[in-house]
């Protein structure tokens, strides 16, 4: 690695590093932080995905190989000091990289060519570890693609990219739709919509028995406090409920999307069969 340490965080590109915090700056830049060597290979393998690295010299001789691979890529990577890292990265004990990154998100209409057969929803989910949570288990389950309504949060939050761990690099994301605007697209596409919600007049179990889940579903997920709003309610194609079987009053976010998930990805994979 080329260059002095900075040790400084006055310096110009570590201040440049630490706007992208904040949402407006990444807007404005259309570059967002990633921290540690995952987050550096999905980076990689990503054309233009890796803007800019910094590291800690322990960790440029911990990672030697991710760091050779940015240098080759023509990624310029900056060495700072202990102190600097501490000051960039959001964690409590990081891992001595952290990844300058370009945005990833796509247009819906480029999300939505392939006919997906599995597209998650998130409306009105505000907790960033939730949506990075969420988006890592539709990545798991296999839905071809993730949608941030104008009234979620950003995925390239910090919290939320960490929570995401990689999956924010592997399948198609879009940011920003109004769901109202959104909803006529997801038909046009040939998707069923569900909603998940705790008001839902039928239950998972019985979407699953009468075969709705084989169909083509884009899964609409909410706030976990307080759920999805009566207007968006009111547009999708069905409400569903998961079935409470114990003494639990209710699921967390996640549990639930990895529930819907998986319930359609098993019902599509067993109806191509």
């Known amino acids: 690695m080329a260059g002095r340490e900075l040790t400084s965080i006055r310096s110009p590109r570590v201040k440049a590093a630490r706007r992208l915090a904040k949402r407006a700056f990444r807007r404005r830049e259309r570059?967002?932080?990633a921290e540690g060597p995952q987050a550096v290979r999905e980076a990689l393998g990503i054309p233009g995905g890796l803007v800019e690295l910094f590291a800690t010299a322990e960790a440029e001789t911990r990672h030697a190989d991710l760091v050779a691979a940015a240098e080759q890529a023509g990624v310029p990577v900056l060495r700072v000091s202990g102190e600097v890292?501490?000051?960039?990265a959001q964690t409590v004990t990081p891992q001595g990289l952290?990844?300058?990154?370009?945005f990833l998100d796509v247009p819906l209409e480029d999300a939505l060519a392939p006919?997906?057969?599995?597209?998650?929803?998130?409306?009105?989910?505000?907790d960033p570890g939730n949506a990075g949570t969420v988006l890592r288990t539709a990545d798991a389950a296999g839905s071809e693609s993730v949608v941030f309504t104008d009234a979620s949060v950003d995925p390239y939050n910090g919290k939320c990219v960490r929570a995401s761990a990689?999956?924010?690099?592997?399948l198609p994301v879009v940011v920003g739709p109004r769901f109202d605007t959104l909803i006529p697209e997801l038909r046009k596409s040939?998707?069923?919509?569900?909603?998940?919600?705790?008001?839902?007049?039928r239950t998972l179990d019985a979407r699953i028995d009468d075969g709705t889940l084989a169909r083509p579903t884009a899964w609409v997920f909410g706030n976990e406090a307080w759920g999805l709003p009566a207007e968006i309610l009111e547009l999708v194609d069905e409400v569903v409920a998961v079935p409470i079987h114990g003494r639990a009053e209710s699921l967390n976010l996640a549990t639930a999307a990895a529930v819907c998930l998986?319930?359609?990805a098993r019902a599509q994979r067993s109806a191509a069969i």
Do not use: I, Q
């Open 262 to 264: 998986y319930a359609s």
């Open 98 to 102: 952290l990844a300058v990154c370009g």
């Open 166 to 170: 990689g999956s924010l690099f592997h």
């Open 115 to 126: 006919e997906p057969r599995l597209v998650t929803v998130l409306a009105h989910v505000r």
């Open 31 to 33: 570059r967002f932080l």
């Open 85 to 88: 890292m501490a000051e960039l």
């Open 190 to 201: 040939g998707l069923t919509v569900l909603a998940a919600d705790g008001a839902g007049s």
